[in-house]
């Protein structure tokens, strides 16, 4: 099974910081990673996919980057909207989550 | 729209079981693999199960192999997930979610999903 692992597990941020998530696949994936945005008791919303993809009505401040076994999501400058739990997935070989990044705020 | 809509959720005791459904609207139900997904209690995601467009292949994650069943019915644009000899550790919000539009990659991310419905396994 791939294992994917994620860090750091909570960020601590303010309005208009850069942030960096990164995203560890224990096996090669390729660029079959996607990244997910979760709020407290709503379903996820894909953000990226295949490691670099902006999913449709994403805003542009959020971006991917990465192939093989290290990914990252970066968002430019964090708006209020963005403070949420962020998921990597991997869809290479079946599906497997990241345990996940909370980004609270500062 | 798209819309996902879960229901079946309840309590549940140790052992028995449970059918989950996902009713599906706003696109081509026949066209689109669909996956089940449950998150625990303050935990984080964990794919469950996934099943092709036609019905004819499914997988399963090993942690409920055996015990779930994934299925589907075109006719009534609906999901299906039968959960038997249930443990507390299947306590978990289940989402239903559908394959990215126009995915052309071997396994696709997901790009719509319901709402969530809580299954609570407890005596």
């Known amino acids: 099974d791939i294992q994917m692992t994620q860090s750091p597990s909570t960020l601590s941020a303010s309005v208009g910081d850069r942030v960096t998530i990164t995203c560890r696949a224990s096996?090669?994936?390729?660029?079959?990673l996607a990244w997910y945005q979760q709020k407290s008791g709503k379903a996820p919303k894909l953000l990226i996919y295949?490691?670099?993809s902006l999913e449709s009505g994403v805003p542009s401040r959020f971006s991917g980057s990465g192939s093989g076994t290290e990914f990252t999501l970066t968002i430019s400058s964090l708006q209020p909207d963005d403070f949420a739990t962020y998921y990597c997935?991997?869809?290479?070989?079946?599906?497997?989550f990241g345990q996940g990044t909370k980004v609270e705020i500062k | 729209q798209v819309q996902l809509v879960e229901s079946g959720g309840g309590v549940v005791q140790p052992g028995r079981s449970l059918r989950l459904s996902c009713a599906a609207s706003?696109?081509?139900?026949?066209?689109?693999?669909l996956h089940w997904v449950r998150q625990a209690p303050g935990k984080g995601l964990e794919w469950l199960a996934v099943?092709?467009?036609?019905?004819?292949?499914?997988y399963y994650a090993d942690s409920v192999k055996g015990r779930f069943t994934i299925s589907r019915d075109n006719s009534k644009n609906t999901l299906y997930l039968q959960m038997n000899s249930l443990r507390a550790e299947d306590t978990a919000v289940y989402y239903c979610?559908?394959?990215?539009?126009?995915?052309?990659?071997?396994?696709?991310?997901?790009?719509?999903w319901g709402q969530g419905t809580l299954v609570t396994v407890s005596s």
């Open positions: 295949k490691a670099s």
């Open positions: 706003g696109f081509t139900f026949s066209s689109y693999a």
């Open positions: 997935q991997q869809y290479n070989t079946y599906w497997t």
């Open positions: 096996q090669s994936v390729s660029s079959w």
């Open positions: 979610a559908r394959d990215l539009a126009r995915c052309t990659s071997p396994a696709c991310p997901f790009d719509h």
């Open positions: 099943i092709s467009y036609d019905g004819s292949n499914k």
